[in-house]
């Protein structure tokens, strides 16, 4: 198969300033960044950031962040900030394990979470990611409703049984 015409680096850094706002790719680390390719037809399916899947690329032109990506870009880039969801403390055991997290626990939100987007749900004062996940509300409904699902969690740090995934 024929390689990309584009520099796999440069198109996800495209990808992540569309997605997460302008600037948060400036936090992708240029020689620590590795990308894994279709067989069938060349594109790019995902990408790791020092040896752990930080996200895969969507069909539709998404990313579906993992934990680890989105913890390094919280931590490196001051505006994926925008793209995070805080709940109440007595959601984050419920979250981390993988539920999904409902309006009347949103305890704030970034200005750049829409509905559909990936989001970032943090805990500890918006220093460590407890979980990911897709956005049923914007960010200017979260808050206002009381009742009905604000973010549908994909992935928790911790499993069922209450144990820290690696």
Same mark, same amino acid.
């Given at each position: 198969?024929?390689?990309?015409?584009?520099?796999?680096?440069?198109?996800?850094?495209?990808?992540?300033?569309?997605?997460?706002?302008?600037?948060?790719?400036?936090?992708?680390?240029?020689?620590?960044?590795?990308?894994?390719? $279709?067989?069938?037809?060349?594109?790019?399916?995902?990408?790791?950031?020092?040896?752990?899947?930080?996200?895969?690329?969507?069909?539709?032109?998404?990313?579906?962040?993992?934990?680890?990506?989105?913890?390094?870009?919280?931590?490196? $880039?001051?505006?994926?900030?925008?793209?995070?969801? $805080?709940?109440?403390?007595?959601?984050?055991?419920?979250?981390?394990?993988?539920?999904?997290?409902?309006?009347?626990?949103?305890?704030?939100?970034?200005?750049?979470?829409?509905?559909?987007?990936?989001?970032?749900?943090?805990?500890?004062?918006?220093?460590?990611?407890?979980?990911?996940?897709?956005?049923?509300?914007?960010?200017?409904?979260?808050?206002?409703?009381?009742?009905?699902?604000?973010?549908?969690?994909?992935?928790?740090?911790?499993?069922?049984?209450?144990?820290?995934?690696?």
């Amino acid at each position: 198969m024929n390689p990309l015409p584009l520099d796999p680096l440069e198109k996800v850094c495209r990808h992540v300033d569309a997605i997460f706002g302008p600037g948060v790719s400036d936090a992708l680390p240029a020689g620590d960044i590795e990308f894994e390719f $279709s067989r069938r037809t060349g594109r790019i399916k995902n990408f790791s950031i020092e040896n752990r899947l930080a996200a895969t690329l969507r069909t539709d032109g998404g990313l579906a962040l993992t934990i680890h990506g989105a913890q390094f870009l919280l931590q490196n $880039s001051k505006q994926f900030a925008q793209n995070c969801v $805080s709940p109440v403390g007595e959601a984050v055991p419920f979250v981390s394990e993988g539920r999904s997290l409902f309006c009347r626990h949103v305890a704030g939100c970034g200005s750049n979470v829409r509905a559909g987007s990936d989001v970032a749900i943090v805990g500890d004062g918006m220093k460590n990611v407890i979980a990911v996940g897709i956005a049923v509300l914007g960010h200017s409904h979260m808050n206002r409703y009381s009742r009905g699902v604000a973010v549908r969690t994909r992935e928790g740090i911790k499993s069922r049984n209450g144990t820290l995934k690696e």
